[in-house]
């Protein structure tokens, strides 16, 4: 079975600059997320996806960030405008439900310069 | 939201030593998750635990719930070089979808 695929494994932008990212979660699952880890800290959730649906947003900072699951399997997330804070590695998860482990992908690092 | 609390923030053992990390959570659990990761790399889930006593094994990694006191502990017994990495416990709270992390275990093992 295929894990969690996320692309590109690394991305190196000017400020200002837009970015996006790609996540193909394991077949069947339904339940999407990604995530934001900043050095030395634990990965924070930005977004969670039930099928298509946003069903948390709450921590996605809605001014340059945006996110869609199109047909509710891939999702991209993007930054428009991205700044130097943004630099850190954003990883995608998938899972069936919450009995179950989250699968992560390898994550995509994002150095702003 | 979910506050979780590791600790040690890192540790260095000598190879074939043990070792422990705790996670305590400030909510009641609906499960608890541990994960190892390399360096700039994803996430390699390892187990979960959801009922008080729990205790699960793989390989030399061993891992238990207390649920009364919401804390969770990682045990290495007779660590090697590949056991080096950072450790992250993960929790869902009761009643929750989301899954909250600690600041992580930076765990280095001295030949």
């Known amino acids: 079975e295929a894990g969690v695929v996320q692309s590109p494994r690394y991305k190196i932008i000017e400020k200002k600059q837009p970015v996006a990212f790609w996540c193909n979660p394991i077949s069947g699952h339904n339940t999407l997320y990604w995530y934001r880890q900043n050095l030395g800290q634990g990965p924070e959730l930005l977004i969670r996806y039930e099928n298509e649906e946003a069903v948390d947003d709450s921590q996605l900072p809605k001014d340059r960030f945006s996110a869609e699951r199109l047909k509710g399997v891939d999702s991209t997330l993007k930054i428009q405008p991205a700044e130097l804070g943004d630099s850190a590695v954003y990883l995608c998860?998938?899972?069936?439900?919450?009995?179950?482990?989250?699968?992560f992908g390898s994550g995509t690092r994002l150095t702003v310069v | 939201s979910q506050e979780l609390e590791q600790s040690p923030q890192s540790l260095i053992v000598q190879e074939g030593k043990n070792l422990t990390i705790n996670c305590t959570s400030s909510?009641?659990?609906?499960?608890l998750y541990w994960y190892k990761q390399k360096y700039g790399e994803g996430l390699i889930f390892l187990m979960m635990?959801?009922?008080?006593?729990e205790e699960k094994s793989h390989e030399k990694i061993t891992a238990k719930l207390d649920e009364k006191k919401q804390q969770s502990s990682l045990h290495i017994t007779a660590s090697q070089p590949s056991h080096a990495g950072i450790y992250l416990c993960?929790?869902?709270?009761?009643?929750?979808?989301?899954?909250?992390f600690g600041a992580g275990t930076t765990v280095t093992v001295r030949a």
């Open positions: 998860a998938s899972s069936p439900d919450r009995t179950y482990g989250y699968t």
């Open positions: 993960g929790a869902v709270a009761r009643g929750d979808y989301k899954l909250s």
């Open positions: 635990l959801q009922k008080g006593g």
């Open positions: 909510k009641t659990l609906y499960g």
